[in-house]
T-cell receptor
Framework: DTAVSQTPKYLVTQMGNDKSIKCEQNLGHDTMYWYKQDSKKFLKIMFSYNNKELIINETVPNRFSPKSPDKAHLNLHINSLELGDSAVYFC??????????????FGPGTRLTVL | DAKTTQPNSMESNEEEPVHLPCNHSTISGTDYIHWYRQLPSQGPEYVIHGLTSNVNNRMASLAIAEDRKSSTLILHRATLRDAAVYYCILKSYGGSNYKLTFGKGTLLTVNP
């Protein structure tokens, strides 16, 4: 069973389009994250939700809007896509409350290419 | 977040031990030392973490200097599957510090 899953795995789209990436975790965790890994392989956090509430927003353009319908899902919607949005996006989850060291489990990534 | 310094790359031979160093001279008393690795075309995965004492798990060992200003991740017998980028990350607990701040990491190449 996949612990953290993302769909789609690959996403190719034109500049200006709006797209969504979905993430689901079946670990029962209370916290989920979105990370972006650019072409230089730097991995940087974008957002984090704890119990469906936003707890981290790392100065990401407001074209990016995360949505957490429940604790097991954290989707990422991107409006007006730009060339610079091309990257691999990773979803992750962890258990904050009651956990001792907050190990994060990552999904397989979604490679977004904006043409 | 306190900063870590790692070599850009290291090379090892299969079935030999690998020692991956990390310097963190500005570590604070509440910082834990975490190691994650990222295999090619995959998401990062947790390897090990520690605070003051050396730690062992099924994947690796973590040796922490007495002054905590450096640490070493030890892979006892490298396999080809261990070829990955290894990230050393400092993470404090309590408050609202939930995030992992990844540096450049060390690219480990394992030769057959």
């Amino acid at each position: 069973d996949t612990a953290v899953s993302q769909t789609p795995k690959y996403l190719v789209t034109q500049m200006g389009n709006d797209k969504s990436i979905k993430c689901e975790q079946n670990l029962g965790h209370d916290t989920m994250y979105w990370y972006k890994q650019d072409s230089k392989k730097f991995l940087k956090i974008m957002f984090s939700y704890n119990n469906k509430e936003l707890i981290i927003n790392e100065t990401v353009p407001n074209r990016f809007s995360p949505k957490s319908p429940d604790k097991a899902h954290l989707n990422l919607h991107i409006n007006s896509l730009e060339l610079g949005d091309s990257a691999v996006y990773f979803c992750a989850s962890s258990q904050l409350s009651g956990g001792d060291y907050n190990e994060q489990f990552f999904g397989p990534g979604t490679r977004l290419t904006v043409l | 977040d306190a900063k870590t310094t790692q070599p850009n790359s290291m090379e090892s031979n299969e079935e030999e031990p690998v020692h991956l160093p990390c310097n963190h001279s500005t570590i604070s008393g509440t910082d834990y030392i975490h190691w994650y690795r990222q295999l090619p075309s995959q998401g990062p995965e947790y390897v090990i973490h520690g605070l003051t004492s050396n730690v062992n798990n099924r994947m690796a060992s973590l040796a922490i200097a007495e002054d905590r200003k450096s640490s070493t991740l030890i892979l006892h017998r490298a396999t080809l599957r261990d070829a990955a980028v290894y990230y050393c990350i400092l993470k404090s607990y309590g408050g609202s510090n939930y995030k992992l701040t990844f540096g450049k990491g060390t690219l480990l190449t394992v030769n057959p």
